[in-house]
């Protein structure tokens, strides 16, 4: 997950309903966050996982 944040400026992010990115994650970024990616800690992630029902498997 850690270098996928490298990509967060890429213009289609912005139509993202809900856009995460965890706190220690911003360590790898030299840019400010923008405004459309919310700050989040492992506590608020596990919140958001939890929602969801469905599970994808990739192989």
């Known amino acids: 997950m ?3 944040v490298l990509y967060f400026s890429v213009e289609w ?3 993202c309903a809900s856009l995460y990115i965890l706190r220690t994650d911003t360590e790898l970024l030299i840019e400010k ?3 459309f990616i919310d700050l989040i800690d492992y ?3 596990a919140d958001i996982i939890l ?3 469905r599970c ?3 192989k």
Do not use: S, T, V
Request: proline content about 6%; cysteine-free.
């Open 2 to 4: 850690g270098e996928a």
């Open 13 to 15: 992010l912005k139509e």
């Open 33 to 35: 966050l923008p405004d």
């Open 43 to 45: 506590l608020k992630f």
């Open 51 to 53: 929602q969801f029902n």
């Open 56 to 58: 994808i498997r990739l």
